[in-house]
């Protein structure tokens, strides 16, 4: 639940509050991994003398929010979940507004399908159906930074990283 909107819909879900812990202003692109998946069949498809060797960014320009943009969306999913700001919020020196315009450029006839509105609602409905709880969304489930930390202080994992005989 590292992504930005899964976090604060799953916030919403578990605590009845959008938290933000900045300021709202940075930037964050968002696409659905469906839509990825899509646009990775579209590549597949393409003639490869055409896309050999290039890189693309795959997404949407409109898909480009602040985060307190996104915050309103899900208060519009759930309205009876304020959003706030953390008292120590601050402008978050990651912002990544991204440009897809080369992808958009060479495949015109791709339509992104899914939005941030469409996201939430699906996420929402999920986090209902799974039963997903406060401390299941701060626990180490879902959580990557916590999974790794427990992971080495049991000794799963060495110092680099790598599996040990002790998992």
Same mark, same amino acid.
């Given at each position: 639940?590292?992504?930005?909107?899964?976090?604060l819909?799953?916030?919403?879900?578990?605590?009845?509050?959008?938290?933000?812990?900045?300021?709202?202003?940075?930037?964050?692109?968002?696409?659905h991994?469906?839509?990825?998946a899509?646009?990775?069949?579209a590549?597949?498809d393409?003639?490869?003398?055409?896309?050999a060797?290039?890189?693309?960014?795959?997404?949407?320009?409109?898909?480009?929010?602040?985060?307190?943009?996104?915050?309103? &969306?899900?208060?519009? =999913? %759930?309205?009876e979940?304020?959003?706030t700001? *953390?008292? #120590?919020?601050?402008?978050?020196?990651?912002?990544?507004r991204v440009d897809?315009?080369?992808?958009?450029s060479?495949?015109?006839?791709?339509?992104?399908?899914?939005?941030?509105?469409?996201?939430?609602?699906?996420?929402?409905?999920a986090?209902v159906?799974?039963g997903?709880?406060?401390?299941?969304?701060?626990?180490?489930?879902? &959580?990557?930074?916590? =999974? %790794?930390?427990?992971?080495?202080e049991?000794? *799963?994992? #060495?110092?680099?990283?790598?599996?040990?005989s002790?998992?």
């Amino acid at each position: 639940l590292d992504i930005v909107l899964n976090n604060l819909v799953a916030w919403a879900h578990t605590t009845g509050a959008i938290k933000l812990l900045s300021d709202g202003m940075s930037w964050r692109p968002l696409v659905h991994i469906r839509d990825i998946a899509g646009a990775a069949l579209a590549l597949l498809d393409a003639p490869a003398g055409e896309i050999a060797g290039e890189a693309f960014n795959i997404g949407s320009s409109e898909q480009n929010y602040r985060i307190r943009e996104l915050a309103e &969306i899900v208060h519009r =999913r %759930l309205p009876e979940c304020e959003v706030t700001f *953390a008292s #120590d919020a601050s402008p978050d020196p990651r912002s990544y507004r991204v440009d897809f315009s080369k992808f958009a450029s060479r495949f015109p006839d791709y339509t992104f399908e899914w939005t941030a509105e469409r996201g939430t609602e699906e996420l929402a409905d999920a986090y209902v159906r799974a039963g997903l709880t406060r401390a299941d969304f701060e626990g180490d489930r879902y &959580i990557r930074l916590g =999974r %790794l930390k427990r992971l080495l202080e049991t000794d *799963a994992l #060495d110092d680099q990283l790598r599996w040990t005989s002790a998992q």
